[in-house]
């Protein structure tokens, strides 16, 4: 059973303009997550993360918002740039008891020049 | 470090071969894990190990599929007889801190693209 979802498997933005990526997460034992980015013929490489102690995580252009009531985290890219076209996946952890991560089913995010 | 080395980086083969992933992992990373992508699924552990221990293989899709971590530095992932249905791109990752990856999770290779027909 997925534990982690993204129910959007792509998006389409323009230049300038901001990227809105959605994860949803069923397990509330989850307290750690984070988004990776993944480029075409690459690995997945990690962008942002986020605890649970926190609603809102910031780096440049991209911020990480958690709503743990809703198990509900999303991604914002603001201003989104061509380079940010890529794959976008989100995993969740039980980072308290050293658990592995889960990885959501991924957005391909296209930014529109 | 030159990082997580996935070879080979294309592989086609036709339906009933045997197919063979190799993973080096970054040294001194104690955790590996195979995952696999596909649109459905998205990204999907199959197995990981710790210290060349396979601890959960229960992402292993068949019989068909087995893994090896004969030391510290080399993995493998087979697939013994391939199906249309396992094209893929395969990834390995490794981690150091643990099973949790530490605060920025795992470091990927960069995958396999397997296609079987």
């Known amino acids: 059973d997925q534990q982690v979802k993204q129910n959007s498997p792509s998006l389409s933005v323009q230049e300038g303009r901001i990227s809105i990526l959605n994860c949803d997460y069923t397990?509330?034992?989850?307290?750690?997550f984070l988004w990776y980015k993944k480029y075409p013929a690459e690995g997945p490489t990690f962008l942002i993360s986020?605890?649970?102690?926190?609603d809102k995580n910031e780096d440049g252009r991209f911020t990480v918002f958690l709503n743990k009531s809703a198990k509900h985290l999303s991604l914002h890219i603001v201003p989104s740039q061509p380079g940010d076209s890529a794959v976008y996946f989100c995993a969740a952890s039980d980072f308290g008891t050293g658990n592995q991560f889960y990885f959501g089913t991924g957005t391909s995010l296209t930014v529109i020049p | 470090d030159a990082g997580v080395i996935q070879s080979p980086r294309h592989e086609v083969t036709e339906m009933g071969q045997e197919v063979t992933l190799r993973c080096k992992p970054i040294s001194g990373h104690d955790y590996l894990f195979w995952y696999r992508q596909t649109m459905m699924r998205g990204l999907e552990l199959l197995i990981y190990?710790?210290?060349?221990?396979?601890?959960?293989d229960s992402g292993m899709p068949e019989d068909r599929f087995s893994a090896k971590m004969p030391n510290a530095s080399f993995s493998t992932l087979k697939i013994q007889p391939s199906e249309p249905r396992d094209s893929a791109v395969y990834f390995c990752?490794?981690?150091?801190?643990?099973?949790?990856?530490?605060?920025?999770?795992?470091?990927f290779g960069s995958g396999t693209r397997l296609t079987v027909v």
């Open positions: 190990f710790n210290n060349n221990v396979p601890i959960d």
């Open positions: 397990n509330s034992m989850f307290d750690y």
């Open positions: 986020i605890s649970s102690i926190k």
């Open positions: 990752a490794s981690s150091e801190p643990g099973l949790y990856g530490g605060y920025y999770g795992y470091t």
